[in-house]
């Protein structure tokens, strides 16, 4: 009977969120300020007190009369880099590689300071592109300043923290996304005296928002002041950018470093000159340095995490590598900070050390014993493809700018040798410097940023004012994407929600995940996916990726949802740590094939999400989340809500899939064809769902997409229940209607009493949601309401049918 139904319709185009944008809720303001050097609540020091400090200090400082291991160019430039940081709030160094900016011009900074009587006032924080710098530089510093005064020197770093002892006379190493989200609780650093920008041509993202956000602390906090340091940057645009502020040049000093090109090598290795620089290739070179070169350990470039395994490998299974005699290490940002400051260890007499590295090892660190640079000549960098809203690691060259730091590694405790795996006329098509991340990533994650630092102000706006601008278009993009999660609302500003995965330092939409799985009480496992998601947890390679997927195959089971594996590898692995012994242990990684670092780095991400979800007072302690038996995991087993949970962070990443295909003219009944919003997609061979003849559901959610020959293909994805669209989803009004474009409704039909039903379902789920994000506080209080309707909702979902159209094949309009 016609008017026994009603058409439900749930509309991906038009997602105008939940209606809990309209409720704005305050910003979570921490009203006090934190110290940016100890992260303890800021308190500034009384008149007294800071003469105090200061007096002690200066003795302090008279008796350690701290010394310099050895002598550098800067130290010739000292009075000159004081007097002028002294004379100019913002002052651009312009020192050659290896000159000592590093490791010196800070401790000056310091060291001026406190000679002065004003130590308790002089703090300095110095920014490093990476954590392996941020570290090994902070135990350089601290160890030419000798005993007395090294707890004065501290770093800060994702996962790991040791900071100076106090506030007032310190000095801190840290990365950049570190004091990013120090500025959130102290945006005029107060109590800092100056900031020590490194590394600055490295242009990525945050170092751009960094400065961007400087030049607003400056206005307010007339005691900072701003050092800006590189070696091979545009200093010119950089000073322009702060005014015209003074560039100071140091000259440097190198042991000299022999360049050979790729045809220099080919002719001393007597191979013919068509050679593909590939990963047998690269260990040939290795073999022969330690054949033939000099004593001394080899520093080896390479594009990612893969070619340093694959030329791992083949070094490994050559003859000449047999005998024990090298020791070679990986070095990748994956890698725990202790397991990276292996690489700062000087192998046995007679053993060459070889470190296989990413371009992490390019900037700032010293390993002394480095004599023979090998550089693979490219790196992965993303690129974004507004149109399809996808982002590709490719493979590229490098700059002129990374040859030069590359090389700059060797040279610094003796002479050295570079070995460019490139023919010398590759120069002349290089760019000086690299493109910068801002003008070819996605900007969402940019965006929340700008919106806690700066809610007032619009996004294009602010995005105007970083030193190179991204288009307009690709900033109102973000907003839109923001918007059509709920994270922004019309006027762009950050909703209930927003305000919320504003606090987790992860993507958005993960941070979306994350929020609403602390709600629907699964928490744990969404842990561990978003975590796999920044974190491959498999071992993977060119040569495993078989496997790989084996692997994978039978943690899904028939699950159909890479992130049901992820949570199931993670899981497994956390238990081996607490019931397993260690072969045990050995054994679930390697019959898995999972990376013990990976998993190491992803537990330490897991822990940091959970910090953050007590940050936006989502749970109310961070242990909390990793408690099986909290309130939080109370569903945690509940597959079906954790795919669930997925889609309500994830929409409107979602996938229809459609059965029955035409292709060169002829109709294919049984294969798949998928398709987003964006228009028809592929699903990568790394995801389970790949080649499945069947699928339990036709929708799938998914989180990231690559570009590939003009394809986009889907790298993980999970079948949803079509229950979880209705209810879950953002909608608003008394329709639900899913449509893609230029194709008409898919609908599905129902009884109006069963509509009527679900739609109260919906109604008290959304709800529920909106409560516990205007008014966390009373969480607690509702707990046992909220605890039955999940309850009903897990219920339906676990007993209803998740494909239908199975059954009934003309209940889908086309
Ligand atoms: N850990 C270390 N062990 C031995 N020598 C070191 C160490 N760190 C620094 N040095 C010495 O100090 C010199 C200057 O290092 P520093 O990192 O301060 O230079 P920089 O000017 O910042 O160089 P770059 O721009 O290449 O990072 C090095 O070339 C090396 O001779």
Redesign the pocket.
Known sequence: MEDCFVCVCVSVCDTQSLGLEELYFPNLIHEDLTDAVTGRPYRPLSVSEARQLSAHLQEKWESASPGLS?V?P?DAHRERVISQVQSSRVVVID??????????IPRFLLEEGVRDGEGATCNVLVTQPRRISAV??AH?VAHEMGPALKSSVGYQVRLESRPPEQSGGALLFLTVGILLRKLQSNPSLKGISHVVV??VHERDINTDLLLALLRSSLKENPDLRVVL?S?TGDKQRLSDYFGGCPIVKVP?F?HPVKDRYLEDVLREMGRPVDVTPDADFVADVIEHIDRCGEPGAVLCFLPGWQDIKAVQEKLQAKRHFSSGSQMILPLHSSLSVLDQQAV?QHPQEGQRKIVLATNIAE????I?DIVHVVDAGTHKEHNYDPRTKVSCLDTVWISHSNVT?RK?RAG??QPGQSYHLFPRKQLDSMTTFPIPEILRTPLENLVVQAKIHSPDCKAVDFLSQVLDSPEQEAVRDAVRNLQDIGVLDKTETLTPLGERVSCMSCDPRLGKVLVLSAMFRCVLPMLSVAACLTKDPFYNSMQNRGLVNKAKEALSRSSSSDYLVFIRAVLGWRRLQHEGDREERDDYLYRHTLSKFSLRFINGLISQFSENLNEAEVVTRASECQRATSLYNEHSNQDELLKAVLLAGLYPNLIQVKKGVVTKGRFRPNSMFFRTLNGPVMLHRASVNRGKPELPSRWLTFFSAIQSNGNVFIRDSSTVHPLALLLLTDLKGDRVEVSLPGRSMVRCELSVETWELLWELRTSIQTMLYRNLNHPSNAIANSSQDGKLISLFVELLNNTDSNPSAQSSDSEVD
């Not at 020192?95 to 010196?104: D, F, I, P, V």
């Not at 900037?363 to 010293?366: A, G, N, Q, R």
């Open positions: 050895v550098l800067v020192g050659e590689t290896g000159c000592g900016k590093t490791t010196r090994s530089v350089r490194d590394e340091m070696a440097g190198m700062f900037t700032s660190i010293t002394d730091q700059g610094r405790c």
